[in-house]
């Protein structure tokens, strides 16, 4: 349990670190929460500046991965074993999943920092939308299903051009997509972890699909109202 809320606390600060709104505060002088959506995340970064939104964009993942890599370095010798052969990135493995205890950790790590993503404790809890936190969180638990569930992200975009829909209704189905791809259907600390962090990043946009529903929202490349 100790290690569990030593990994919550960690992960939480990580994801608290609000890169965007210190980019553009840096590098613009102005704060990104007073225009456009509001929050700190690429997407509103982008409007200020594509290169700083691409950097934006890099950051909220990389500290996702860094939230699940302390959490795995954390398990000490459940890990070592597994480690040498069967890590996400190991060549001759790409897809393995992480054993049971070690996956839950690494998953409370994504949970945690999506939640400082989202109400980062530095800007009185207002914060971004926790897709690309997720994003990098989950590449190093589920591989495989970050990557199909990119694919439903980019054809809903495809389809219909609306960016919060993709990320919703991809959001929506990674956990299902987990279940069924990854090896994680009989760990249910693992999966009720990572549905926890779906639903949070899913009510998070309850503004888009609230503009959604209404017909109001901004479709890629209109010019926001």
């Not at 070592?80 to 409370?108: E, F, G, K």
């Not at 190093?140 to 051009?161: C, E, K, Q």
Request: glycine share 8%.
């Amino acid at each position: 349990m100790l290690i569990l809320a030593i990994i919550a606390v960690v992960s939480y600060l990580l994801g608290s670190i609000p890169f965007g709104y210190l980019l553009v505060r840096v590098f613009r002088g102005e704060d990104v929460r007073a225009s456009g959506s509001g929050n700190i995340g690429a997407t509103n970064v982008a409007r200020k500046s594509p290169l700083l939104g691409a950097i934006t964009l890099i950051l909220d993942a990389l500290k996702g991965s860094a939230a699940v890599a302390i959490a795995i370095f954390l398990t000490g010798p459940e890990i070592l074993a597994w480690s040498q052969s069967n890590l996400p990135w190991y060549p001759d493995h790409p897809w393995s999943p992480m054993p049971p205890a070690v996956a839950t950790r690494a998953a409370t790590a994504a949970l945690f920092a999506v939640a400082g993503h989202i109400f980062p404790i530095w800007l009185k809890f207002r914060g971004g939308k926790g897709v690309a936190t997720g994003l990098g969180a989950f590449v190093l638990i589920a591989p495989a299903s970050v990557l199909a569930t990119a694919i439903v992200f980019v054809a809903v975009v495809a389809i219909w051009r609306y960016v919060s829909l993709g990320s919703v209704l991809a959001v929506a189905c990674f956990p299902f997509i987990v279940y069924l791809m990854h090896g994680y259907d009989k760990s249910r600390p693992v999966l009720a972890l990572i549905s926890a962090t779906s639903l949070l990043i899913i009510a998070r946009h309850h503004e888009n699909i609230r503009r959604l529903l209404a017909g109001a929202e901004n479709r890629l490349g209109a010019r926001s109202a």
